[in-house]
């Protein structure tokens, strides 16, 4: 069964405009699958995860091109980045649009390639596992902003969840095959998923010696998702130097698997905490690699406010990357302990969000939002994402938003 992607429309209007569209995103999100349900005509399909085809693109390139003419769409390119000046040589002499569709899912040398090669001839896409709207089947939604206009047409149409059913879609995780399967074979899901993380796209890595260590580091990780990222505790965890351990984080970052939320500042205050705070991209690896092993026991734990933080913000990152768009995102800390978690930009204005995992929010949730008045730009609306199952005012221009709205 094909789920819906909000993505859809993106790689259209990419596919009318340049030779060259790519998609990158950790394995096993549907980039293959989004790319084969987005246009009826026939268009050849070859991955170089086969070693004939992965062997034949190294070894004469040419020929592969030759072999699987344009229109055509190459999965996991990243595998024979000899291809890059032959597709550049192709394009550039027929300049048709949407000729070569590409997936990647290892990002390492990928984007280096890409750019060198293909610079103002391809449109990048990222993608991640299933949204809440797409779950839902209302792919066709626009980026998350607490904006009035947007909590409105929200409150007429999205319909209340449950606190049991918000923690069970975060333990199950966003991956498509998790969401189809009936069976809940969620523990053998993952394991193999982090085996085979490792095994194919970490193992060739100079930065990565033992693997144990990094299955280490990785679940040491997990369980400070939603925290500022402290090498040195990391590094001190898990038993290697702190240089390591920021080699391993941008191969986590560059995997599409964790993102690294900046601190918004300006030149007008000194007093903001510098350092980002990490989160996991899928709330359901976080929950594998930390050992909470059902929804009940996650929801009623210690992890729950951060595993609930977690699922916010990367429900909001999806929504603009899934829609093409690069999110202006950010989260604020002072020396005086203020703290917003999240931070959205638009058009000049500062949208302030709050995440709470109670249902019941008050206007003190909200207090600390006057202090981007330091920052010398105009507020936006701004809220509580939090349990609550409607949609309230909350105090001067700001909102008690349900989860369900994301």
């Known amino acids: 069964m094909y789920?819906?992607?909000?993505?859809?429309?993106?790689?259209?209007?990419?596919?009318?405009?340049?030779?060259?569209?790519?998609?990158?995103?950790?394995?096993?999100?549907?980039?293959?699958?989004?790319?084969?349900?987005?246009?009826?005509?026939?268009?050849?399909?070859?991955?170089?995860?086969?070693?004939?085809?992965?062997?034949?693109?190294?070894?004469?390139?040419?020929?592969?091109?030759?072999?699987?003419?344009?229109?055509?769409?190459?999965d996991e390119i990243q595998y024979a980045p000899e291809l890059f000046p032959y597709i550049k040589s192709i394009v550039d002499e027929d300049k048709k649009?949407?000729?070569?569709?590409?997936?990647?899912?290892?990002?390492?040398?990928?984007?280096?390639?890409?750019?060198?090669?293909?610079?103002?001839?391809?449109?990048?896409?990222?993608?991640?596992?299933?949204?809440?709207?797409?779950?839902?089947?209302?792919?066709?939604?626009?980026?998350?902003?607490?904006?009035?206009?947007?909590?409105?047409?929200?409150?007429?149409?999205?319909?209340?969840?449950?606190?049991?059913?918000?923690?069970?879609?975060?333990?199950?995780?966003?991956?498509?095959?998790?969401?189809?399967d009936k069976d809940n074979r969620w523990e053998l899901f993952y394991g193999a998923y982090v085996k085979t993380y490792i095994e194919r796209d970490v193992r060739q890595l100079k930065t990565v010696q033992n693997e144990l260590d990094f299955m280490k580091f990785m679940t040491a990780l997990a369980a400070r998702t939603g925290q500022l990222l402290n090498y040195s505790d990391l590094a001190k965890d898990v038993g290697v130097a702190v240089n390591t351990i920021r080699a391993w984080i941008s191969v986590l970052q560059t995997s599409g698997l964790i993102y690294l939320l900046q601190p918004y500042s300006n030149n007008l205050t000194n007093r903001v905490i510098k350092t980002p705070k990490v989160y996991f991209m899928d709330t359901g690896i976080a929950c594998y690699l930390t050992k909470w092993n059902s929804p009940e026991t996650l929801e009623a734990g210690a992890f729950a406010g951060a595993i609930f933080e977690t699922y916010v913000v990367s429900e909001i990152i999806k929504s603009y990357w899934h829609n093409g768009k690069?999110?202006?995102?950010?989260?604020?800390?002072?020396?005086?302990?203020?703290?917003?978690?999240?931070?959205?930009?638009?058009?000049?204005?500062?949208?302030?969000?709050?995440?709470?995992?109670?249902?019941?929010?008050?206007?003190?949730?909200?207090?600390?939002?006057?202090?981007?008045?330091?920052?010398?730009?105009?507020?936006?609306?701004?809220g509580v994402i939090c349990s609550a199952p409607t949609y309230l005012p909350l105090g001067e221009n700001a909102f008690i938003i349900p989860v369900g709205y994301l």
């Open 3 to 74: 789920i819906k992607r909000t993505i859809e429309k993106s790689i259209k209007e990419s596919s009318d405009f340049f030779p060259v569209v790519l998609i990158t995103g950790p394995r096993q999100v549907g980039k293959t699958t989004v790319f084969q349900n987005c246009e009826k005509k026939k268009r050849t399909y070859v991955s170089l995860d086969t070693l004939d085809n992965r062997r034949l693109a190294q070894t004469d390139p040419r020929d592969f091109l030759e072999r699987y003419p344009a229109p055509v769409l190459i």
């Open 326 to 382: 690069e999110p202006a995102v950010y989260f604020y800390r002072d020396h005086d302990a203020k703290e917003i978690d999240v931070i959205l930009e638009e058009n000049g204005k500062l949208y302030p969000l709050e995440i709470k995992k109670k249902s019941n929010p008050d206007k003190s949730d909200v207090a600390v939002f006057t202090t981007l008045k330091r920052f010398g730009k105009e507020a936006g609306s701004g």
């Open 97 to 180: 649009s949407g000729a070569y569709w590409i997936t990647g899912s290892q990002q390492f040398e990928l984007m280096k390639n890409v750019t060198e090669s293909l610079a103002g001839r391809v449109g990048i896409l990222s993608l991640q596992g299933l949204s809440q709207t797409e779950k839902n089947g209302t792919p066709k939604q626009p980026p998350f902003l607490p904006t009035t206009e947007y909590l409105s047409v929200k409150s007429k149409n999205e319909k209340k969840i449950s606190v049991q059913k918000i923690f069970k879609t975060i333990w199950k995780g966003s991956y498509p095959k998790l969401f189809t």
